[in-house]
């Protein structure tokens, strides 16, 4: 442990570990759905996704993997040399199409179940003892004629055994769905992988639902990856996607997510499988690596205009008259607005913060965070502060600092630590008022 780096490394660790605890507390016991896109089950990155799952589960998470296998399909209808036809963006399944993609499906199913049985010594698998529980859990009928088109055996979900399901999860096993329906008569039916998922996660109420990709997921026009979307922002990036023929593109995606959120799901993320450790980066830090779309419509945070400021004023106002904040007048607020996020609900501003950049110093500054008294027990204020060091960092801070009188155990509960008044950028010095005594707090980003 004399060793510099070896120390540096054991801290970075044990670093992590701690900030991850309050996500393994949150996820104990809740159920997430997990879809794997068809790339995925060809990828020698699958074991280590498939050691991932397994900790979640050794964790006390209880999963419904949901699988795809479209290459797989694919190459078995070209080894017999069929022609797969498409007609409204979903291929038609005659038999003999059907036939081949039940023998890639049963390949792809058989793969993942053998990674999960791995317990290879000096393994993450070693000692994992995954339990792999499998059935017709999923009634399907036919989609039918549309449009003077024959959809044959490709099926959507008609039911969900979501008691069935659940016996399985209770008793410690992932429980492992193909893209396969069947109905009451013994017919069998292709399904979209992305589909199915949504409608486990739907019916069974699931804490969340995630989406694998095989490329960058959810990004904007510049390339930049999309960090959290309101349901009503999802939607309208779902009507602007293309929708073109085949099964597992990125607007499948975000319109199950759609769904799955309307119908009950609290959280759904997208995430770039191709990430190392991506599902854990995800689901066991305040950041994450992918896009989650929140299903709560109720408040939404957005950036603030000029619009606001009343709201704001009206907000702050008793913070200012009790000395937690300082005076800020209407003209100070209309030329520092553009710095300003807000929460909204049912038209009102309920919490809002500012965040300043000092990128000479590799510093920003978190200000006027103010909740309303009625929605201090919610995550207003988290929410807020978790944006705010996204768009710092975004600004090239590697360090976020508050000046606070009243709400330093507060911070500190969320990582800040005192530090003398000296670290703050010159100009923010300047203005550094020695009578209020503010507190400094920084924390790493």
């Keep these: ?33 997990i879809e794997i896109d068809g790339e995925s089950t060809e990828d020698p990155q699958l074991r280590d996704i498939v050691h991932d799952l397994a900790l979640m589960r050794s964790l006390g998470i209880h999963l419904v993997v949901v699988h795809g296998a479209r290459p797989w399909i694919e190459q078995r209808i070209k080894s017999l040399g069929l022609e797969p036809r498409y007609a409204g963006g979903l291929c038609i399944t005659d038999i003999a ?11 792809a199913h058989v793969q993942l179940e053998a990674l999960l049985s791995m317990g290879v010594a000096n393994s993450p698998m070693a000692g994992a003892k995954v339990r792999v529980a499998s059935g017709n859990f999923i009634t399907a009928r036919p989609i039918g ?71 960058p997921g959810i990004v904007d026009r510049q390339g930049t990856l999309v960090r959290e979307l309101t349901l009503e922002q999802a939607n309208t990036l779902a009507s602007d996607l293309p929708r073109p023929a085949g099964a597992d593109e990125l607007g ?27 599902l854990l980066l995800e689901l066991f830090s305040r950041d994450g690596v992918g896009t989650m779309i929140n299903a709560d419509t109720y408040d939404s945070i957005r950036r603030a205009t000029i619009d606001d400021i009343g709201g704001i004023l009206e907000l702050i106002r008793p913070l200012e008259e009790s000395g937690a904040l300082v005076r800020r007048s209407r003209e100070r607020l209309e030329t520092e607005i553009a710095h300003f996020n807000v929460v909204e609900r049912d038209g009102a501003v309920v919490a809002c913060a500012a965040m300043y950049p000092y990128p000479e110093e590799s510093l920003a500054e978190l200000a006027c ?15 807020l502060l978790d944006l705010a060091g996204r768009e710092a960092r975004s600004a090239g801070a ?48």
């Design 97 to 107: 199409i059907l036939d081949a993609a039940k023998e890639a499906i049963g390949a």
């Design 252 to 278: 499948n995606r975000i319109r199950q997510s759609i769904h799955a959120c309307r119908s009950g799901v609290s959280r759904v993320h997208v995430i770039d499988r191709r990430i190392e450790g991506a």
């Design 369 to 383: 965070l103010a909740v309303d008294d009625a929605y201090r027990r919610g995550q207003c204020g988290e929410r």
């Design 145 to 215: 004629i549309r449009d003077g088109v024959d959809y044959e055996h490709t099926g959507e979900v008609r039911r969900i055994d979501v008691e069935a399901i659940r016996q399985r999860l209770s008793a410690g096993a992932i429980v492992l769905v193909s893209p396969l329906g069947y109905s009451p008569t013994g017919e069998v039916f292709s399904l979209r992988a992305e589909v199915v998922a949504a409608a486990i996660a739907a019916e069974m109420h699931a804490a969340k639902l995630v989406y694998l990709l095989d490329g």
């Design 398 to 445: 590697d360090r976020l600092f508050v000046l606070t009188t009243q709400a330093a155990h507060w911070f500190r509960e969320r990582g800040f630590i005192e530090a003398d008044h000296s670290i703050l950028p010159g100009e923010r010095q300047d203005l550094y008022n020695l009578q209020r005594r503010s507190r400094v707090l920084v924390r790493a980003l």
């Design 1 to 33: 442990m004399n060793d510099p780096s070896s120390r540096c490394k054991t801290m970075g660790f044990v670093d992590w570990f701690r900030r991850a605890a309050p996500y393994i507390n949150a996820h104990r016991g809740r159920t997430f759905i």
